[in-house]
């Protein structure tokens, strides 16, 4: 099972040479080509796995291609995102007449009008960048092949330009790390029949990926927010349910077709992790004469939950938290292990592995009795079991 997800990388340049924008491209292997099935699912999985399921106004400009079908749902949908800040470009645009027809409804919400400069002669490509000269559209020379290429589409007025002149696609091999589809449906299912939140923050609780995601698109879309997120109920009151549900639904639709088998290399580790969390959640009350929050068992089970996200995401603690608005104490109980909660992960981690020299020494610092640590053990076992 192929665990990685390629993705293209093309920059658009501006007239000084520097580099405006990049587009991103699927590709199916390294061998930076692609074949796709579905242009849909293929734009949902670049966006998952590259842009952590957001698509924000402010970095984002989304392509429509010349292939669209033209209905009125796409203009409507297209007016709406257009009233929300988006922007947009359209693709390959040709001077023909049944093009200029078959798009008009749409070239008004169009930002950016990207032309093939090799599709056809020079002429007509001066006689349509005539034509939309006075719509305020930015025009994006493509298939810019060399210097010639790049010098004539100066002078015909192109203001940015992409092509193999300045680059090939540079290539990004990520891991890809798609949780459980049955997960995601169950989630789906409860979002849709308007379930108690509770029930919903039961199933994100379940799994690493969804709680890590979570937080990185909340980090996208709250930022001026500054608000520090100390457990996943919290984090899913700033996201908002219908927010929640067009994430959990791009993230099922970009896994396609490929069926979870357990082969998948977050299971065994969100396993452990679920297990850590369950453990750390009945741990905290027990905890002595310590200064911990008022949701500080949901602090303890969010610990748990992404204490194991190095592995998870081949990724360090501390670039993580670039993408996360966590904590203070949480950050610290995960990179450093400090403070209460790190003290409790550090006793869970001596748990697993059966160091009892460094379990007598956590519990004594905690407060905790061999007694209270069995029973937690025992309820944390039992939950693992009903998952």
């Given at each position: 099972?192929?665990?990685?997800?390629?993705?293209?990388?093309?920059?658009?340049?501006?007239?000084?040479?520097?580099?405006?924008?990049?587009?991103?491209?699927?590709?199916?292997?390294?061998?930076?080509?692609?074949?796709?099935?579905?242009?849909?699912?293929?734009?949902?999985?670049?966006?998952?796995?590259?842009?952590?399921?957001?698509?924000?106004?402010?970095?984002?400009?989304?392509?429509?291609?010349?292939?669209?079908?033209?209905?009125?749902?796409?203009?409507?949908?297209?007016?709406?995102?257009?009233?929300?800040?988006?922007?947009f470009a359209l693709n390959h645009y040709k001077s023909d007449e049944s093009f200029l027809e078959l798009?008009?409804?749409?070239?008004?919400?169009?930002?950016?009008?990207?032309?093939?400069?090799?599709?056809?002669?020079?002429?007509?490509?001066?006689?349509?960048?005539?034509?939309?000269?006075?719509?305020?559209?930015?025009?994006?020379?493509?298939?810019?092949?060399?210097?010639?290429?790049?010098?004539?589409?100066?002078?015909?007025?192109?203001?940015?330009?992409?092509?193999?002149?300045?680059?090939?696609?540079?290539?990004?091999?990520?891991?890809?790390?798609?949780?459980?589809?049955?997960?995601?449906?169950?989630?789906?299912?409860?979002?849709?029949?308007?379930?108690?939140?509770?029930?919903?923050?039961?199933?994100?609780?379940?799994?690493?990926?969804?709680?890590?995601?979570?937080?990185?698109?909340?980090?996208?879309?709250?930022?001026?927010?500054?608000?520090?997120?100390?457990?996943?109920?919290?984090?899913?009151?700033?996201?908002?349910?219908?927010?929640?549900?067009?994430?959990?639904?791009?993230?099922?639709?970009?896994?396609?077709?490929?069926?979870?088998?357990?082969?998948?290399?977050?299971?065994?580790?969100?396993?452990?992790?679920?297990?850590?969390?369950?453990?750390?959640?009945?741990?905290?009350?027990?905890?002595?004469?310590?200064?911990?929050?008022?949701?500080?068992?949901?602090?303890?089970?969010?610990?748990?939950?992404?204490?194991?996200?190095?592995?998870?995401?081949?990724?360090?603690?501390?670039?993580?938290?670039?993408?996360?608005?966590?904590?203070?104490?949480?950050?610290?109980?995960?990179?450093?292990?400090?403070?209460?909660?790190?003290?409790?992960?550090?006793?869970?981690?001596?748990?697993?592995?059966?160091?009892?020299?460094?379990?007598?020494?956590?519990?004594?610092?905690?407060?905790?009795?061999?007694?209270?640590?069995?029973?937690?053990?025992?309820?944390?076992?039992?939950?693992?079991?009903?998952?």
């Amino acid at each position: 099972m192929d665990l990685s997800v390629y993705l293209g990388r093309m920059p658009i340049m501006n007239e000084q040479g520097d580099i405006f924008a990049y587009e991103l491209l699927h590709r199916c292997s390294d061998e930076n080509r692609t074949t796709i099935d579905d242009n849909v699912q293929a734009t949902a999985r670049v966006l998952v796995n590259d842009l952590i399921f957001c698509i924000s106004p402010e970095y984002f400009i989304l392509e429509i291609l010349e292939e669209s079908l033209i209905s009125t749902q796409l203009i409507e949908r297209i007016q709406t995102l257009h009233a929300k800040g988006y922007t947009f470009a359209l693709n390959h645009y040709k001077s023909d007449e049944s093009f200029l027809e078959l798009f008009k409804p749409i070239i008004p919400f169009a930002r950016y009008i990207k032309i093939d400069i090799r599709r056809d002669t020079r002429e007509k490509i001066i006689n349509m960048l005539e034509r939309i000269r006075h719509q305020e559209i930015i025009c994006i020379a493509e298939k810019v092949e060399d210097d010639e290429d790049y010098e004539w589409a100066k002078e015909a007025g192109f203001e940015y330009f992409e092509g193999y002149y300045f680059s090939k696609p540079q290539i990004y091999i990520r891991e890809r790390i798609d949780p459980d589809s049955k997960t995601l449906l169950k989630l789906i299912y409860f979002l849709k029949k308007d379930a108690p939140i509770e029930e919903v923050i039961h199933i994100i609780n379940t799994s690493p990926y969804l709680s890590v995601n979570m937080l990185k698109f909340i980090h996208l879309h709250h930022q001026s927010a500054h608000k520090r997120i100390s457990s996943i109920d919290q984090a899913i009151v700033l996201l908002g349910r219908q927010r929640l549900t067009y994430w959990v639904e791009l993230m099922t639709y970009a896994q396609g077709d490929t069926p979870y088998d357990g082969d998948n290399i977050s299971s065994p580790l969100g396993k452990i992790a679920r297990s850590r969390a369950y453990l750390m959640e009945e741990l905290s009350p027990l905890v002595q004469g310590a200064k911990l929050q008022d949701n500080h068992a949901d602090s303890a089970y969010l610990v748990g939950i992404l204490s194991l996200g190095e592995a998870i995401f081949l990724s360090s603690f501390k670039d993580l938290f670039t993408q996360m608005d966590l904590d203070e104490n949480i950050a610290k109980a995960l990179e450093f292990k400090e403070g209460t909660l790190g003290e409790l992960l550090k006793l869970c981690i001596a748990v697993e592995r059966n160091s009892f020299d460094e379990i007598a020494l956590f519990l004594s610092h905690l407060g905790i009795s061999q007694n209270a640590l069995n029973g937690a053990m025992m309820r944390a076992y039992q939950r693992s079991c009903t998952y």
